[in-house]
């Protein structure tokens, strides 16, 4: 069961864009469990990141899984070319289609980890419905498009309401994740933390992703529900 598996993955969005492949292995060599990767298209979000070329370019020198978040509208268009390119889980967003089970079909099609996103104001029952198709679901704990934005708590309550909705995938937060925020997220459930800035803008980022560990596994499911069994 994943449920109390606690994963850092740091965001290469706050990485050197013109070292990745050194960044890659800095954090590797750091402790990181899965590599976040984000993938804007100044549509569903007001930036551009990066795409499929560099998904498949980081696949090849990454060691750890690609986490790959596509803030893109269509996700049905390119789910599995992302999954192909080397995504080995593909989270989409539920605001960005009209079909989330063809959107599901596509990256299982395509041998990935299945998940969905539910930005800040979206309530966690969109997702309810697709719950036993998931391997995961993203919590957004800021409006997706930028790094280094101020957490919000309010989302929090999302995770007991998944986990009382039966879920027993993985529960993940992105967004404003730092020593400050972490022990929360994993209080109310969460227990995969993605962290862009907190741990790119660290000093020493073994040290960061550690005392991140640390203070995720003291605190993880501490006030969140059982899940409701069926
Ligand atoms: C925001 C992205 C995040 C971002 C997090 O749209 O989805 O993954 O990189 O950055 P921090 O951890 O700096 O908030
Ligand atoms: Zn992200």
Redesign the pocket.
């Known amino acids: 069961m994943n449920m109390a598996t606690v994963r850092i993955a740091p965001?290469l969005?706050?990485a050197d864009f013109g070292r990745l492949a050194e960044e890659v292995r800095k954090v590797e060599e750091a402790g990181a469990d899965w590599l976040?990767v984000?993938v804007?298209d100044g549509h569903f979000?007001p930036?551009l990141t990066i795409g499929l070329p560099v998904v498949a370019a980081l696949k090849k020198v990454a060691r750890r899984p690609l986490d790959v978040?596509i803030?893109i509208s269509n996700p049905l268009d390119y789910a599995r070319r992302y999954v192909e390119a080397g995504a080995a889980g593909l989270t989409f967003h539920v605001e960005a289609t009209s079909e989330p089970g063809k959107v599901i079909d596509a990256i299982v099609g395509a041998g990935g980890r299945p998940a969905m996103a539910i930005n800040p104001d979206t309530p966690a029952k969109r997702v309810v419905p697709h719950l036993d198709r998931l391997a995961m679901v993203l919590v957004?704990s800021?409006?997706?498009?930028?790094?280094?934005?101020t957490?919000m708590p309010e989302v929090l309550a999302k995770f007991g309401e998944l986990r009382a909705a039966g879920f027993r995938g993985d529960l993940e937060i992105?967004?404003?994740?730092?020593p400050e925020t972490i022990a929360a997220a994993a209080s109310a459930g969460a227990n995969v933390f993605?962290?862009?800035?907190?741990?790119f803008g660290a000093k020493d980022v073994g040290a960061r992703i550690a005392e991140l560990r640390r203070l995720a596994q003291s605190s993880v499911g501490a006030d969140a529900p059982a899940p409701a069994r069926h």
């Open positions: 965001s969005l706050s976040h984000d804007m979000v930036n978040h803030m957004m800021v409006f997706p498009g930028f790094g280094g934005q957490f992105d967004g404003g994740i730092g993605v962290a862009g800035s907190a741990i």
